[in-house]
């Protein structure tokens, strides 16, 4: 055994243990150095928690591509919508006393000229008619050239004394009234000629027929009513209905385009007619749109207008960038707290350009881009201007 003894002056033997004490110091040291690892690692877990946090927490906001609009000058479009007709439409009947119809000569979708024939009513009865005048017309003619023959012998025997006065008077009032039943007759037969012409249906301007309502063999009289429908030139027009508010905005003459429903042709036209008046019941106003004639405009459909009437200044935002529920058109812009919130438009025109907003917007707000249905108010972002604005 390794042991030291020690004898001191009393006489006292004190026996030291060298292992124990060996194994007691090795022990102390080894919980000395847990101890400093203990507390190295409790530091260093305190720096790091921090930094751990901040970047767990960097990673849930996220990062959102905002625009800030300012305020551009668009024209200004008003949209409406409406039926479609003829410009001029022109109900065409008979003007005489009617009769059998034995001829039709055009139908719908005729371009028909001024005067043309339409359809003939039968004239068999005012033929014979006229026939009769024209024959009495020549006996009256016979008989007024009998009472000139008469007048002119009375005059010549007056001045030999064998005709009185009285008898020269008669022969002229007989030959005067001779003549005034030749121009009777006349009379008669140019008003049963002009009623022969009555009973031709003619245009009365050159346009397209639009509707034919009548038969051959039909009877027809002044009250049938129209027989054919004319669209006087061709011209169409579109009756747009346009709220109180748009209706300020446009004037006779601005240029627009009507595109019927289901149809991807438009035509362009111009204002003709705005109306003095609004209805009182549903607040809208008639605004009449002329448009040249064209294959895809159907009297009787519908279309959609779109009346460029002047200019605006207003924030224009891409598409993507304008959302939508039942509760109206929205954006989401980003405040100074970068945190999302909801902001109400009304949106005035789209086209391709984008979106004009005509109100709730000034223009210097930051507004997402897109990623909006993604967002809710309130929830924090990381704001990312875009690049190309």
Do not use: C
Request: proline share 5%; net charge positive; no cysteine.
């Amino acid at each position: 055994m390794n042991r030291e003894t020690s004898i001191h002056s009393s006489d006292t033997l004190v026996v030291v243990d060298r292992s124990r004490r060996r194994r007691q110091l090795v022990i102390a040291a080894g919980i000395a150095i847990a101890v400093i690892v203990l507390i190295l690692l409790v530091v260093m877990n305190r720096s790091g928690a921090p930094k751990q946090a901040q970047n767990a927490a960097a990673g849930q906001i996220p990062t959102v591509t905002i625009v800030v609009p300012g305020r551009t000058d668009v024209g200004r479009v008003v949209t409406a919508s409406g039926p479609l007709g003829a410009k001029r439409d022109q109900p065409v009947g008979i003007a005489g006393s009617g009769g059998r119809v034995i001829r039709v000569l055009v139908d719908a979708g005729s371009w028909v000229r001024a005067g043309q024939v339409l359809a003939v009513i039968d004239r068999s009865v005012q033929a014979e008619q006229a026939a009769q005048q024209a024959a009495q017309i020549a006996a009256a003619k016979a008989n007024a050239e009998l009472a000139q023959s008469d007048y002119d012998r009375a005059i010549a025997l007056q001045g030999r004394g064998f005709i009185s006065k009285a008898e020269i008077d008669a022969k002229k009032a007989a030959r005067d009234a001779a003549f005034a039943q030749v121009r009777v007759t006349q009379a008669q037969l140019a008003g049963t000629r002009a009623q022969i012409g009555q009973l031709n249906v003619v245009a009365p301007t050159a346009g397209l027929v639009l509707a034919r309502n009548v038969e051959l063999g039909q009877i027809v009289s002044p009250g049938s009513g129209a027989l054919f429908r004319l669209a006087e030139g061709g011209e169409m027009e579109m009756k747009a209905q346009l709220a109180q508010q748009d209706l300020s905005f446009v004037h006779v003459g601005m240029p627009a385009t009507v595109t019927p429903v289901g149809s991807e042709t438009s035509s362009a036209g111009n204002v003709w007619q705005v109306a003095p008046v609004i209805d009182p019941q549903s607040r809208l106003g008639e605004v009449r749109i002329s448009i040249p004639y064209s294959s895809a405009i159907k009297p009787g459909g519908f279309a959609e207008a779109k009346i460029t009437a002047g200019s605006t200044t207003a924030p224009l935002l891409p598409q993507s960038a304008v959302l939508s529920d039942d509760k109206g058109n929205y954006v989401y812009i980003i405040n100074g707290k970068n945190e999302v919130e909801r902001r109400n438009i009304q949106i005035g025109t789209v086209n391709d350009q984008g979106v004009t907003i005509a109100s709730g917007l000034s223009g210097n707000e930051a507004v997402v881009l897109s990623a909006g249905p993604f967002l809710n108010p309130g929830q924090k972002v990381n704001p990312k201007r875009d690049s190309a604005r």
